[in-house]
DNA sequence: AAATTCAACTACAACGTTTTCGTAAATAAT
DNA sequence: ATTATTTACGAAAACGTTGTAGTTGAATTT
């Protein structure tokens, strides 16, 4: 525990708690020699501010919440790396809640949340059944929340996103020019509104250039993808080029290619919405949809920050849109020499 | 903002704050049907405790902190996993700190820490310079910590790690016995234990099988690394073995074969500490030592716990020791088809 | 019948800050 | 010289919860 506080404080320098309180804050009633006194003990006797006690008094705790489905992936981990650094170079403390995929964990964490443990929230959906009223309550408390990734169609708040649908029509565009005939579109989920643009974007451009091809659902459950996608891979009509909308079902589609013993790019060709750090010495590289990861989060935390400060107002069609990049390599079929 | 209190609870219910207090934390002192009353209204108004009374009044703020170096990376993702995991399931927060590898953020993280923030602190240190004053003012003010991986050796505080000396020597004899003569080992810093320890492993090694072979100092600076990586391949005298200490390192060979042209595991083979999901994906695929990291958050949490509700007693030699597994792939020579 | 115990509640202070409202002395304005 | 203003501070009331120490009225014991 922290002992010595602002009553200390003034005992020993024969003033009243409130005005070490206003000389700490630098206010411009309290005379430059006592400020000084003042700064010169709190600072010998390391004296820190209870911050409960402020939160509780000023009804703001400098803490916002990161909701996101998991860490242990590079685009959120990057999203938290942006969400830290102009927090805590605002000041704030970052706490972070995992869904894991979990629509009933996501709700039972934003119901927490009510409490006033932070002043706001920034948040990517998880990609179960999407039902927001848990969220709803959230914004009803006033509590300022701003989507990234994969962001809620239903709520009215800030959006940081990428243009998914282009992003999506392009990654298809872009298997279909490699020489793909059959396609196919792995997803994670038909309640995100990411995974639905681009699958629209996939849709489109299979329309636009007569290609054929379906969509594979995939889920939460890493064991029922695998065998999702070794069955889709193992049909005599497999399709010749695969979009994953995520990267661990890009990783998952090199694992049964490896099984099944089919060659990318020869036999399939792959792309992935994808932030690996490896995507470039995979065998073969994958060809990947990139999302700025660390500017979505950096760009979402830093519109919470303006709205807690009341420089912001929210429009129903509030969104940051952040491109995402392709980069081509050799799971498309790119420098073929190895 | 929160407004339903117990105030108000108390006035709809003719009662008084405290007795509605009770009922809430389930009293034996209360009726039951007094409770059922205090129960069914506080659902209804959805009345959620103001959670920085509670911490101002009982001295606990049920919320703990993490302080990891960085976060896009497996090994501190699936560790903060593991420690949400326990942390959630005990009814904690977990705020989280980046200190970005850099000594003076780790100390002004510790220092505001040291206001009674959090109950604990669950932290793997930074690689630069190690002066452990802000830790030690931290436990000073009895704030109980525990580490994980990068442990610090001058604090009386339980530590969870891997046996790093072992796995040092393992990867080393591996290195040796899958043929290398000449060895480099990449140490990401002199300061910290776990680096000490994988690099007297590996000298070890080489002097009980009597190889030769260097210490690449790296550092944070990625660009520097490969500065230092590409000198040494491109040497005359290069060698035929790298074990780095650090998957970022890993990743840098890599990068530094493919400039150079040579060739893994035929010229240079490579092993590494290393979490990363897609280590049997690379070209080649990578021989790791990987660490069990979801569990060595979940075991640092779960001391930490332990400690907060006094069933832990520390002693100075606390230590918990989660074995890493080598994993032999072909960049050490292992299955050379393709 | 008086004293004791007990069950079920209430009053109030405390946690450490911040903020509102004062107020005394010093200075300036009339 | 009197009044107004300014400067620099203090007293006390919040914020919402919890713990201690009562206070009832009823039940039990003596």
Redesign the interface.
């Known amino acids: 525990?922290?002992s010595v506080n602002l009553k200390q404080l003034a005992r020993e320098l024969n003033l009243s708690v409130s005005t070490v309180s206003r000389a700490l804050r630098d206010s411009w009633e309290i005379s430059t020699p006592t400020k000084q006194r003042v700064f010169a003990l709190a600072k010998e006797m390391?004296f820190?501010?209870?911050?409960?006690?402020s939160?509780?008094r000023k009804?703001r705790?400098r803490?916002i919440a990161?909701v996101i489905p998991?860490?242990?992936?590079?685009f959120f981990?990057?999203a938290?790396?942006g969400i830290?650094?102009v927090a805590?170079a605002k000041g704030y403390?970052?706490?972070?809640?995992?869904t894991n995929e979990d629509v009933a964990e996501e709700a039972a964490i934003a119901?927490?949340l009510?409490?006033?443990?932070v002043d706001g929230v920034v948040l990517s959906l998880c990609g179960s059944a999407q039902d927001t009223r848990h969220l709803l309550?959230l914004q009803q408390?006033?509590i300022p929340m701003v989507f990234f990734d994969r962001v809620s169609e239903g709520i009215t708040a800030p959006k940081v996103m990428t243009n998914d649908y282009e992003s999506g029509f392009v990654a298809t565009e872009h298997l279909i020019k490699s020489g793909c005939r059959r396609l196919a579109h792995l997803t994670i989920s038909m309640c995100l509104s990411i995974s639905l643009k681009r699958q629209q974007g996939y849709l489109d451009a299979m329309r636009r250039f007569e290609r054929d091809g379906g969509i594979i659902h995939c889920g939460s459950d890493d064991e029922a993808n695998y065998r999702l996608i070794r069955e889709l891979l193992a049909r005599e009509d497999r399709p010749d080029g695969v979009f994953a909308s995520v990267e661990k079902l890009a990783?998952q589609v090199?694992?049964v290619c490896r099984e099944l013993g089919l060659r990318i790019p020869e036999d399939v060709k792959v792309i992935s919405f994808s932030n690996?750090?490896?995507a470039?010495?995979?065998?073969?590289?994958l060809t990947t949809i990139a999302q700025p990861a660390f500017d979505m989060g950096k760009e979402a935390a830093t519109i919470l920050f303006r709205r807690l400060e009341k420089k912001y107002i929210v429009t129903p069609e509030d969104r940051v849109m952040l491109p995402a990049r392709l980069e081509v390599r050799e799971s498309t079929g790119a420098g073929l020499s190895r």
Not at 70 to 74: F, G, L, S, T
Not at 114 to 117: A, T
Not at 280 to 285: A, G, R, T
């Open positions: 525990m922290n390391n820190q501010p209870n911050p409960y006690a939160s509780l009804h705790s803490t990161v998991e860490v242990a992936n590079n981990a990057l938290i790396k830290e650094t805590r403390h970052v706490l972070i809640y995992l119901s927490s009510q409490s006033g443990r309550e408390r006033n990783v090199y694992h690996l750090v490896t470039s010495l995979l065998n073969p590289s």
